[in-house]
Each structure stands twice: as C-alpha cells, then as structure tokens.
C-alpha cells in the first residue's frame, strides 16, 4: 500500500524527445528519431552490448583491439569504404564502460548521437530526403542488393548510413530488453529507395526517376510520398533551443533533446524540393510564428471598428 502511493505521489515529466516521439505519426517513431540523433541510450540500457564486445576481444583470439577493428572492418568493407575513425575510436573494454560511468565522462551512446547528428546536419536536403526514405521505406521484392544500393550513395549519405547501423544495434538491444512488442518494434534501414529519392529531390524528371527505380509509376509515387510526409512530419515538429551535442565538451546530457533545429529545417526545405507534380502535397507547413493568432485577432478588431465607423455615418 505504502509503495503504491508512493507511485501514486511522484511527478513524472514528457522529455522533449518523448513530444517529438508522440506527434511523429510513423511504424516506429523512436526508431525514426533515433535515427535522426534526437534520441539515444540515456539510461545505459545496451551497456551489456558493449560489455558482450569486451569480453570477446578479452577471448584472446585476436591482438589487442582488432576485434572490433576487424568488426568495423567487416562491416564497412562490405561497402568498399575506409574503416571511420570515429568508428575504431569506439572500441572499449568493461573496464573502460565502468570507469566512464564512475568519472561522469560522455556515455559512449551519446558520443555516437552526437556524431550522427554533426553528420547529418552537414547533408544537403537532397541528401537528408534520401536517408529518410530509407528509414520508412518498406521492404519490396526486386530491391537492389544493400551492396549494389549503399554503392550508389554520396559518401556523406554513407557516412550517415554506417552512424545510424550503430544506433541501430543499441535500440535492438534495448527493446529486446524490456520485450517490446514485435508490432511496435519494426527497426529498418531500406537503402533501396535512397537513391530515386535523393535524385527526384535534386529535381531530376519524372522519366529519369522511373528509370532508377526501376518501379512501376504507381510503386514510385508511394515510396515519395512516404519520404515526403515523414520529412513533413519532421519540418512540423516543434522548433527546439539549440543545444550543444558536442561529446567533446565532456557535458553528459542527461536526456535526449529531440530533433536538432538544423535539422528540423533541412528536412522542410527537402520536403520543399520534393512537393512537384505528380507527387504534389497540398498539405502546408504549420507556421512557425507564434503571435500569427493575435495579428488575427486585431484584424478582427479593425473590422469591427470600421463597422462601427460606417454605422455611425449612416446614422448621422
């Protein structure tokens, strides 16, 4: 009983990244946000992923630190690209997590939102629209292979694309954790669409974008307009304060921002880019103004008080 209202007692508070979560209309909006950088691992609920990592590096079967060299390796050179450095920077051992958490130093997680989002703030909006696509895309027959597709990227878009893999693992990790429900769960990177995307956006013709899709009309207007309303749903997202995600500073954030303002804008101006026949959206932006309401209010005022004025004219 006591426990209860204790419960029943506490306050609880909607951080910023749990607003953005509950207006973004998507499968998955944690995930999307994730994705995004406006949301990570606040709680270290995937420190047991990294720990799993430590102790197969402590195996002995390979030299110090190639495990996870070897790791990124694999993984990055699936795409013919260059290990990242941030990538081989990462590698850590349980005592290095435990020591992190005793000296309050960054936690790797956010380390790795930061990252992304320094990334993802420096694409241009053709670029952004296309790695949205590829996390609301859904998964069809006669997609290209991920090698074929991650290979047609920008390098800036791969760059993003091999952030957001990280991201991808932890949300994994932690919602097989708290056994969240499959329906609910739904985490993907679809690069299949990025490229049609990306170039539709550049504003290529409608001919040249069924030509690198190779879909049919009808395929090609649904996988845009998908990219289109999620980066809508990005762009009418409430306007954060910027706020330093700079890991290097060594400030640990203590919950997740949202979605980074910069950001925020370059997904509107991508949507902007995207909004032309045959994939017009009549939908507008909210407008970010927020006094738009009292300059209507005294609009109604004005014309009350020029029918006022008429009235007494008449009278007299």
């Not at 949301?39 to 102790?55: C, I, P, Q, Y």
């Not at 090609?220 to 809508?232: G, Q, S």
């Not at 990005?234 to 400030?251: C, E, F, M, T």
Request: proline share 4%; charged share 30%.
């Amino acid at each position: 009983t006591n426990e209860s209202e204790d419960v029943k007692s506490n306050s609880y508070r909607i951080t910023t990244a749990g607003e953005n979560v509950g207006l973004l209309g998507l499968d998955n909006s944690l995930w999307f946000l994730v994705a995004m950088g406006g949301a990570w691992d606040v709680k270290g609920g995937s420190t047991e992923l990294d720990k799993f990592k430590a102790e197969l590096n402590n195996i002995g079967t390979y030299d110090e630190n190639s495990l996870f060299e070897a790791d990124y390796k694999d993984d990055y050179d699936l795409f013919g690209d260059d290990i990242p450095a941030k990538a081989i920077e990462q590698k850590i051992d349980e005592t290095e997590v435990e020591e992190a958490t005793k000296t309050n130093s960054v936690p790797l997680p956010q380390d790795e939102a930061s990252a992304l989002v320094s990334q993802l703030r420096n694409l241009e909006p053709s670029e952004i629209a296309g790695y949205v696509s590829c996390l609301v895309a859904d998964s069809g027959r006669g997609n290209p292979s991920v090698l074929s597709a991650f290979q047609q990227l920008s390098s800036a878009q791969q760059r993003v694309i091999q952030s957001s893999l990280l991201s991808l693992e932890r949300l994994t990790e932690v919602q097989n954790k708290f056994s969240v429900d499959d329906s609910t769960s739904k985490v993907q990177l679809e690069l299949g669409t990025c490229e049609v995307v990306t170039a539709w956006t550049s504003g290529c013709s409608w001919n040249e974008a069924l030509e690198i899709s190779g879909s049919a009309p009808g395929d090609l207007v649904r996988v845009l307009h998908r990219a289109l309303d999620a980066l809508r749903q990005i762009g009418n997202l409430p306007v954060n304060a910027v706020r330093s995600l700079d890991a290097s500073a060594g400030v640990v954030q203590l919950e997740s921002p949202g979605i980074h303002p910069d950001i925020r804008q370059l997904c509107r101006d991508a949507a902007t880019e995207m909004d032309r026949y045959p994939v017009k959206d009549p939908l507008p932006f909210e407008d970010d103004e927020e006094d738009e309401d009292d300059e209507d209010n005294d609009d109604e005022e004005d014309d009350g008080e020029e029918h006022s004025d008429e009235a007494q004219n008449k009278e007299s």
